[in-house]
């Protein structure tokens, strides 16, 4: 199975910060990549596909980037609503496989 | 819009069995397979498998296999996935999800609200 290991496991942001969320996967999985973000007792959001495609409706401050082995999700300026825990996902094959979590908490 | 809502929260004692509905609207059901993902308690999330609503297909992770069961009933639009030989450690939030294949590989693009599991003696 494919393992996804994110970082950092929790962060401490203000509103407006800039936030960068690193994914790494134990294998090639080409741009095949997904993000969601998940509040609590909530089911997970899309928020970016295919590495870096932006689900309709998600604002143009979260960006994705990378292929491969390495991606990142980035929040250009971070917003009060946005206070989750974000997750990647690959879809290369199966089993899909997710990273642990990353929580951004308030500073 | 798209919608898939879940059947309610289920105690369940070890060893028995739990049944979890799965029902979709505002789109074509038999086009696009249905995926279940638990996350237990304080966790990250688990990908169980998935079903082809059009022709019944299944495909399971190896760490299901022999315990669930994934079925539809295209006449009501819904999706089922039963988990057997409950333990403990199956106690979780199962949730439901539509996939989208815009090309040669699908991911999640709407999930459903998730149904609490408990299992306790």
């Known amino acids: 199975d494919i393992q996804m290991t994110q970082s950092p496991s929790t962060l401490s942001a203000s509103v407006g910060d800039r936030v960068t969320i690193t994914c790494r996967a134990s294998?090639?999985?080409?741009?095949?990549l997904a993000w969601y973000q998940q509040k609590p007792g909530i089911a997970p959001k899309l928020l970016i596909y295919q590495a870096s495609s932006l689900e309709s409706g998600v604002p143009s401050r979260f960006s994705g980037s990378g292929s491969g082995t390495e991606f990142t999700l980035t929040i250009s300026s971070l917003q009060p609503d946005e206070f989750a825990t974000y997750y990647c996902?690959?879809?290369?094959?199966?089993?899909?496989?997710f990273g642990q979590g990353t929580k951004v908490g308030i500073k | 819009q798209v919608q898939l809502v879940q059947s309610g929260a289920e105690v369940k004692k070890p060893g028995a069995s739990v049944k979890v509905s799965c029902k979709a609207s505002?789109?074509?059901?038999?086009?696009?397979?249905i995926h279940w993902v638990r996350q237990a308690p304080k966790q990250g999330l688990e990908w169980m498998g998935w079903?082809?609503?059009?022709?019944?297909?299944?495909q399971y992770t190896q760490k299901f296999q022999g315990r669930v069961t994934m079925t539809r009933d295209t006449s009501i639009s819904t999706a089922y996935m039963e988990l057997s030989s409950l333990r403990s450690d199956d106690t979780a939030l199962y949730y439901c999800?539509?996939?989208?294949?815009?090309?040669?590989?699908?991911?999640?693009?709407?999930w459903g609200q998730g149904t609490q599991v408990i299992v306790s003696s």
């Open positions: 996902q690959h879809y290369m094959s199966y089993p899909w496989t």
């Open positions: 079903i082809d609503p059009n022709i019944g297909g299944t």
């Open positions: 505002g789109y074509r059901f038999i086009g696009y397979y």
């Open positions: 999800a539509r996939v989208q294949c815009p090309g040669s590989r699908c991911y999640i693009d709407y």
């Open positions: 294998q090639n999985v080409s741009n095949w």
